[in-house]
DNA sequence: CGCGACGTTGATTTGCCTCAACGATTGTGG
DNA sequence: CCACAATCGTTGAGGCAAATCAACGTCGCG
């Protein structure tokens, strides 16, 4: 799938439209293990990721702490520097070779008023975010970690696969050591 | 602050403006524990609290979960009911008599034909809800229970004040009998 | 080949829960 | 207006899930 098809989920867009939508983004290319955003820089973009994947982490004394991953056809960014203006607490970084949409804070008000339904598109690419936070919620509230960690790689093995078993520890917020001794009980 | 000076955070509106939004809202009261929305029940609405008090929670195992509360002038709704017409997992109750502004989903979309500012409007309470997710998500990582109670009571003093404590512990994933020594140790 | 990054395993510790018993407060019916 | 129950909060004993710490195995890469 690519931006248009994943646009049109949500909104209709014509192949004009889609032109002139784009004609607001700038291309980059990343190497894995790369900075998209680092600690103390104010977050201009949102991205939208082509192919890829990163993680958006910070440090709590001295580990470092996982709060999402984002691969393909994800936008995502730090919206507390973005929209406050602040210097990120936060990392995003690419965990392999990853291909991304810029889109700057200063096209995106233009890109919302030469094409007004891009409000439409991103208040309903919030809801869904919310929707999904919502489920995490849950999710942290109401399970053990082996129940999350069990229920995490049926629901997404493509993640699995992607990133190393330590990121997906420090994801669910548990150690390695712990992942570890569930895997060997399993088997 | 009224729903007026509330948009007007986001968004310029006019009177006229304002008279045509609220002319797509319907009102209700609610006495202290009334379910705004029950479990197996679609959602329909977007909420806007005037004056009171809701929580929002599920039961896990026989216990009450509470996600999140909502007070004066905040927007609340099961999204995931809303949005993908889906029976709610959760409930919301008043814990006081609340005054809300209802905003059906088919007003909804009226209303961002009528007035498009709406679409904006709405994508930036989203951003916004989505930001305090994110400092949620930190909170839970980061801090042991005593530290975010510690933390809450610091800066949602007048939550402390509106709700009971095992609200508060269900709310920060704690049992009532931990919170009860944790103030007794700071005393 | 040798080093560093990643994963495993076991012993010990700890933060918070569970369960049970007991105050304090509130509100409701006789 | 009092008695009683129900609800809410407190306190202590014991238990468990997951962390911490340390040692060791393994794999990929310069």
Same mark, same amino acid.
Request: include cysteine; glycine fraction near 2%; charge should be neutral.
């Given at each position: ?27 980059? !290319? ?43 056809? *994800? *936008? ?11 210097? !990120? ?5 690419? #965990? ?7 889109? !700057? ?39 053990? !970690? ?28 548990? #150690? ?12």
């Amino acid at each position: 799938m690519d931006l248009k098809n994943y646009i049109k989920r949500y909104v209709e867009i014509s192949d004009d439209e889609y032109e002139l939508f784009t004609s607001f983004l700038t291309q980059k !290319s990343f190497k894995a293990k790369e900075k998209i955003l680092d600690i103390g820089n104010r977050c201009h973009h949102r991205f939208y990721i082509k192919k890829g994947c990163v993680r958006f982490f910070s440090y709590n004394k001295g580990n470092e702490q996982i709060y999402h991953f984002a691969i393909d056809n *994800w *936008w995502i960014t730090d919206y507390n520097s973005l929209l406050n203006n602040r210097p !990120s607490n936060i990392i995003i970084e690419t #965990t392999e070779p990853t291909e991304v949409y810029m889109l !700057s804070k200063q096209n995106f008000e233009l890109l919302c008023l030469a094409l007004p339904k891009t409000e439409r598109l991103f208040r309903i690419i919030m809801e869904r975010a919310y929707i999904a936070f919502q489920k995490r919620l849950e999710f942290l509230y109401n399970l053990t !970690s082996e129940e999350q960690y069990k229920d995490f790689i049926q629901d997404n093995s493509e993640f699995v696969q992607r990133v190393p078993q330590y990121m997906l520890a420090s994801y669910l917020g548990v #150690t390695p050591e712990f992942i570890s001794k569930i895997r060997s009980k399993i088997e």
